[in-house]
Nanobody, 125 residues
Framework: HVQLVESGGGSVQAGGSLRPSCIDSERTYSSVCMGWFRQAPGKEREAVAAMYLGGGATYYADSVKGRFTISLNRAQTMVYLQMNSLKPEDTAMYYC???????????????????WGQGTQVTVS
């Protein structure tokens, strides 16, 4: 049973950086694709980034390309989201998600995630 735990959110001024992390606390090693999503108050959840753990392929939302980087510490089964040049519109609850299949399916990389963390708040002022 995959259990995801996020940490590393916080508050930062515009232009600053944060690096939230996500770990599979049960060490199931069954995840094939892990991703980050976010949801701001009153808005729908949106995909931010994802990584195929088997080969390192990464996927990003257009709004974060060039500013955010998803990476993996395979030994710790931990996924990071390095967020640079943060903007107030990046303010949201950020969620880690995982699935046991390829990220890219049917032309989309942001669907079909059955496992979710509890979220970590990111506030940019």
């Amino acid at each position: 049973h995959v259990q995801l735990v996020e940490s590393g959110g916080g508050s930062v001024q515009a232009g600053g950086s944060l690096r939230p992390s996500c770990i599979d606390s049960e060490r199931t090693y069954s995840s094939v694709c892990m991703g980050w999503f976010r949801q701001a108050p009153g808005k729908e959840r949106e995909a931010v980034a994802a990584m195929y753990l088997g080969g390192g392929a990464t996927y990003y939302a257009d709004s974060v390309k060039g500013r955010f980087t998803i990476s993996l510490n395979r030994a710790q089964t931990m996924v990071y989201l390095q967020m640079n040049s943060l903007k107030p519109e990046d303010t949201a609850m950020y969620y880690c998600a995982a699935k046991g299949q390829f990220c890219l399916a049917g032309g989309s990389w942001y669907g079909g995630f059955p496992y979710w963390g509890q979220g970590t708040q990111v506030t940019v002022s």
